[in-house]
């Protein structure tokens, strides 16, 4: 597992047990990452759907649960414990891909889209605490989140070659796709019942400390008031906006742009699944790095990695389509080695900031920033491509190097002020 070391300080866990829970998150990650490029293919090959109409109707079941759960989802994960938050994750959605099957309207999408999504919202404000409740270092962390997140990258590398052959698929026999959704639902099944199994033996998430002690003081009564409080973890929030909207930027508008530039139809498609690939080769880079600098200043090398991709796609604009085709590699290249710094290090910041017992309320809020950033990246992101073609990877980059600017002086001040977020040492 490249070096996660898993578990830790606390009673032993059969190998059995930890092999499924690494079954269950490698589940989740690679099937989550193959419905997203996978569910227009569906709709519109599989179930006759308008491409416009699809997209509506899962835009307005995910912004609702966004709407509905993006804060309620911390609650639950804190009442509940990572773990039975994982197995209702999975539950939602094993019931609700079937249902896909007999979907005949916008409307019906919409709610089954909801159900979906407010699992994935389930699962992502445990996925700290999960992650937490089996490794014993901020090294072993920083592993493991690489790891997951090369995973999801792989899963999305799948289904961006699905979208790159959707051509051959056309004519391919509905039931081909309509095979999809129930066997996404057994997946989430079996990734459901692995996540309770371990659940049984693997201890909660372990209190933290921010004090020189080593334990961080709960807040006492857990709620959001303590999370609004805490102003470090808010700017560090608002500052990795910047990052999300980069990502969807990435994923949205780089095949649009480069078909504006005179790009082959291939190009686009190439490009993503290189960006896949090179992410999960760059994960031991990233944890490289992991060891020689601070967490937030990691964060800032993330910034800065990808506003200089940003730089180097902004400059495509001034090539011919050849010369776009040979020259995009290079700042792909550049912006996958900042995903998977940022990848490896995020959510371990998220974790070192969360008083005891509200480990699901810090993960649900930072959560924002990736929902936030998806409902409203596509718009925002559109309208600035549509003054230029360059103009959206310009405003992107400067908004980038401010954020860098934030994650310094974050870093900064917390050291001067001894209130840096308490990591755990890494092991020897």
């Given at each position: 597992m490249g070096g996660v070391t898993i578990t830790g300080g606390r009673p032993a866990v059969s190998a059995g047990r930890n092999r499924g829970f690494m079954a269950a998150m490698v589940v989740d990650a690679v099937g989550s990452g193959v419905w997203i490029t996978f569910s227009l293919l569906y709709f519109v090959?599989?179930?006759?759907?308008?491409?416009?109409?699809?997209?509506?109707?899962?835009?307005?079941?995910?912004?609702?649960?966004l709407a509905v759960g993006g804060l309620a989802v911390g609650t639950i994960t804190d009442r509940l414990g990572p773990y039975l938050t994982a197995v209702l994750s999975c539950a939602c959605r094993a019931v609700a891909f079937p249902c896909y099957l007999l979907a005949d309207s916008m409307t019906a999408v919409a709610v089954i889209a909801f159900t979906v999504s407010f699992g994935d919202r389930l699962y992502w404000a445990a996925h700290g605490g999960l992650v937490d409740s089996v490794t014993s270092s901020e090294q072993a962390q920083r592993g493991l989140f690489a790891l997951l997140?090369?995973?999801?990258n792989v899963g999305l590398g799948v289904g961006a070659l699905a979208v790159a052959l959707a051509s051959s698929l056309q004519g391919a026999d509905t039931a081909l796709w309509n095979a999809i959704p129930p066997v996404n639902a057994a997946s989430f099944a079996v990734a459901g019942v692995l996540f309770g199994w371990v659940g049984r033996t693997h201890a909660p998430a372990r209190d933290r400390g921010t004090g020189r002690g080593g334990r961080r003081k709960s807040c006492g009564h857990a709620s959001y008031r303590g999370v609004l409080a805490n102003r470090g973890f808010l700017v560090f929030t608002g500052a990795t906006l910047t990052l999300t909207l980069s990502s969807v930027a990435f994923d949205s508008i780089l095949p649009v742009y480069l078909r504006s530039l005179d790009a082959p139809l291939w190009a686009p498609p190439a490009a993503y699944v290189l960006s896949c690939v090179a992410i999960p080769v760059f994960q031991p880079l990233a944890l490289r790095l992991g060891r020689r600098h601070a967490p937030l200043r990691l964060m800032s090398v993330a910034a800065v990695l990808v506003a200089a991709a940003f730089g180097g796609l902004a400059a495509l604009s001034l090539l011919d389509g050849r010369g776009v085709v040979i020259g995009v590699g290079v700042p792909v290249l550049v912006f996958s080695l900042g995903e998977a710094v940022f990848g490896a290090v995020a959510m371990t910041i998220v974790l070192a900031y969360t008083t005891s017992g509200e480990a699901g309320r810090y993960s649900a809020f930072y959560q924002l920033a990736w929902g936030l950033s998806g409902a409203l990246g596509p718009g925002v992101h559109t309208l600035l491509f549509s003054a230029s073609g360059s103009v959206p990877w310009l405003v992107l980059g400067c908004a980038l190097l401010v954020g860098a600017a934030v994650y310094l002086g974050l870093d900064r001040a917390a050291t001067a002020q001894d209130e840096a977020p308490h990591y755990r040492k890494a092991e020897a």
């Open positions: 090959y599989g179930r006759g759907m308008e491409l416009t109409a699809a997209g509506s109707a899962l835009s307005a079941g995910s912004l609702t649960a997140n090369s995973l999801r």
